[in-house]
């Protein structure tokens, strides 16, 4: 008998558009970023707003943790990363890097490296220790750069997505793209790395619809998604649970089985379009960034 996921003990912290969330991974924390322009850092289990940045008056669309030096990272359609200390919530930089929207920071997990992705087409990498210097900028994309993620396994690899409709895998050490992967209708929103029996795959949403699995090694799509009724804005594996989950702008987060990829379960929260999802490691724990805030789940089964 397959096994049966569901939501529960659902959170809904109302607010403007969120666009992005992110656990902090020792404190009970969720990181925030909203499309006014303000960062907030909200306390799950109070159900508390601990922290609040102004950020600017254009909308952000990622913000990050950075744990190990207390920092938090932002980029906004102003096209300037600011970087807060978020004990004393002190701004440590502030830099134009882009000429266009910032849609995505993508922190490494032990280099002293930041990915940021823009309408201008171009990724860019960040060394904090050497006072935030752009080490390397990529370019190959032919339109809005959406999403990065840095490679779990290889620390010097990241893949990322546009609205050409392609994902590129990179070198951080190269300008030029190793590999292009296509197979979407439209354009990319998302992609994101998951294991599952020791093998690496990609996880890509698009607004075709669809979410698709690939396969790293062999670069070649092994699944397709199907069922979203609006563009597929969010997707991400669960690293304690056998799913996959994808959110849209359908208003409706699915739950797909991460083995053999058939839906488990749909929820319409009813908090409008999705637009990020986040988990929780150590926990069956999700945020979820909606038109209407944010709501945290449990997934239990």
Request: with cysteine.
């Amino acid at each position: 008998m397959s096994t049966v996921f569901k939501f529960e003990n659902e959170i809904v912290q109302r607010s403007e558009r969120a666009k992005s969330v992110e656990f902090h991974p020792t404190q009970p924390w969720i990181l925030v970023s909203l499309h006014s322009g303000t960062v907030y850092i909200w306390n799950y289990q109070s159900q508390t707003t601990e922290k609040t940045f102004k950020v600017a008056e254009s909308p952000v669309r990622s913000a990050k943790f950075i744990p190990s030096k207390g920092w938090v990272i932002v980029g906004s359609d102003d096209a300037f990363i600011r970087v807060y200390d978020y004990g004393t919530m002190e701004k440590i930089k502030e830099f134009q890097a882009h000429k266009d929207y910032i849609r995505c920071l993508c922190v490494h997990p032990t280099l002293p490296y930041v990915l940021s992705a823009s309408d201008d087409s171009v990724i860019k990498l960040w060394d904090w220790e050497k006072d935030w210097m752009c080490t390397q900028t990529f370019e190959g994309h032919s339109h809005y750069v959406m999403r990065v993620a840095f490679d779990p396994r290889d620390p010097n690899a990241f893949a990322s997505a546009s609205l050409d409709g392609t994902i590129k895998i990179w070198n951080v050490h190269s300008s030029a793209p190793k590999v292009t992967l296509d197979g979407h209708e439209k354009g990319l929103n998302f992609v994101d790395y998951f294991s599952r029996d020791d093998v690496l795959y990609l996880l890509s949403g698009s607004d075709d619809y669809t979410a698709k699995v690939w396969d790293d090694k062999g670069r070649s799509c092994i699944q397709t998604l199907e069922g979203h009724e609006h563009n597929v804005t969010a997707v991400c594996a669960h690293p304690e649970l056998p799913i996959v989950i994808t959110g849209s702008e359908d208003e409706t987060l699915r739950i797909w089985d991460a083995n053999g990829f058939g839906i488990k379960h749909v929820v319409k929260f009813g908090h409008g379009r999705i637009w990020d999802i986040a988990y929780q490691k150590g926990s069956h724990r999700v945020a979820v960034a909606c038109d209407e805030g944010i709501a945290v789940v449990e997934i239990v089964c």
